[in-house]
């Protein structure tokens, strides 16, 4: 037999769980973002009948028409510690539910789930603002993420490595409903396409952005029979085009392509994401982005808001938006006090800066000792103590029956213990 060899160490697997996509990947010392293996989080049927599910999807060739249903299994469990991520103030039962399936039908060995944000402030912040800043170890002490995701814009203070409740701040804008409205949009002005959401969704990643001065470029639009905004965007048939194109719009169509069938993309380019700035013109009775962010600061005590005002952080497919950036900060120095600076920070890849914030937790051995749950802990006291444990209270405090822990302390609050 040959000479031992060192013990492993544990494995962690990161699940960045999103409504649009699942995120997940090892943490290990040199893990890049390409190691990230982002899975779509849905079931979906196309007209043939036939079901996808997740990864499948990627072998589909005719998306036409294709119905999507938006709701892991091959690791061994038993040796993995795994950082899931939930939605902020997600309720107690499917928190319950989410336990129970790791520790009981999956038996991973260690557990911590906390929502996104939290494993966001785990990256090296200070590189987005100040590249080539030295190299943070521990999680940054406060930042405001604005995490605009598939379902909705959360805006979340994050002090001390935990979520202060009383600052968190929900539009129920994302990804889900630009694509809604923009098939609105096409669907009166020119080609049925309610039953098309791959396909809008495509052109909303592929042109849409957001407008520093809507106003001036509806007029543009208007006014100007040749402008830098309108583009064509050529539907696939899946015969000989299996993805759509973006193109400069043609003034007279070639010979040979009168079977092309198109769709003219002019104002819904930055009307649809106007609504991030803008809900109450579809209806939604809450105010824009840039309100959210400064209810969400004065929210906190008043020492921490000049700090979250300086460490914006967008992240979420939403962020991926071109200008939206330059609007918020346009928007935000007004509204901001006169003493504080207004920076917002979006990193290379925000749909997984998540992610990668979970690796960063999962290569901190001290760290994450102090987060993970131990299945044989759960099995030993149960799912009402996890959750309480989840919360940020102390094993101590909890076997007391104490009514504050470590989060309630580190957001300057209290929190009584149930029954």
């Not at 379902?151 to 630009?178: C, E, M, W, Y």
């Not at 009307?271 to 209806?283: S, T």
């Not at 824009?288 to 914006?312: Q, W």
């Amino acid at each position: 037999m040959g000479k031992a060899s060192a013990p492993r160490l544990p494995n962690v697997l990161v699940m960045d769980n999103g409504a649009h996509t699942i995120k997940a990947g090892y943490a290990t010392r040199n893990t890049d973002p390409s190691d990230c293996t982002a899975i779509p989080n849905c079931i979906a049927r196309s007209r043939d009948r036939r079901v996808y599910v997740g990864r499948q999807l990627e072998s589909c060739k005719d998306f036409g028409s294709i119905v999507f249903r938006q709701p892991v299994e091959k690791c061994d469990a038993k040796s993995t510690t795994l950082i899931l991520t939930e939605a902020p103030n997600a309720p107690t039962p499917l928190q319950t539910n989410m336990d129970q399936i790791v520790f009981e039908e999956y038996e991973f060995g260690a557990y911590y789930r906390c929502p996104a944000s939290q494993l966001v402030v785990w990256n090296d912040i200070g590189q987005l603002f100040n590249p080539g800043t030295t190299l943070q170890h521990n999680a940054a002490e406060c930042v405001l993420v604005v995490d605009s995701g598939y379902s909705f814009t959360h805006v979340i203070p994050v002090i001390n490595g935990k979520s202060f409740q009383a600052g968190i701040r929900r539009i129920d804008v994302g990804g889900k409903v630009l694509t809604n409205y923009l098939k609105e949009m096409f669907s009166i002005r020119q080609l049925n396409m309610m039953d098309e959401t791959y396909i809008v969704n495509e052109i909303k990643e592929s042109c849409c952005y957001i407008s520093k001065d809507p106003r001036r470029d509806l007029d543009i639009c208007k006014r100007m029979k040749r402008n830098s905004i309108v583009k064509e965007y050529v539907l696939p048939d899946y015969k000989s085009l299996h993805k759509g194109i973006l193109r400069e719009r043609l003034e007279k169509v070639p010979q040979g392509k009168e079977a092309e069938q198109t769709l003219v993309v002019g104002n819904e380019r930055f009307m649809a994401p106007e609504l991030l700035f803008h809900p109450g013109d579809v209806g939604y009775r809450q105010t824009g982005l840039p309100d959210i962010i400064m209810k969400s600061v004065n929210s906190t005590p008043e020492e921490y808001r000049p700090l979250l005002l300086a460490n914006i952080v967008l992240v979420g497919g939403n962020a991926m938006l071109q200008g939206l950036k330059e609007r918020l900060e346009a928007e935000l120095v007004p509204m901001a006090p006169e003493n504080c600076i207004v920076r917002i920070g979006i990193p290379e890849d925000p749909i997984k800066y998540a992610w990668q914030g979970g690796v960063a937790l999962g290569n901190n051995k001290t760290a994450l000792e102090q987060h993970r749950i131990a299945r044989a802990d759960y099995l030993e006291h149960g799912s009402t103590w996890l959750a309480k444990k989840m919360a940020g209270q102390s094993l101590a405090a909890v076997q007391a029956g104490a009514s504050s822990g470590v989060a309630s302390s580190s957001n300057k609050r209290r929190r009584s213990s149930p029954g």
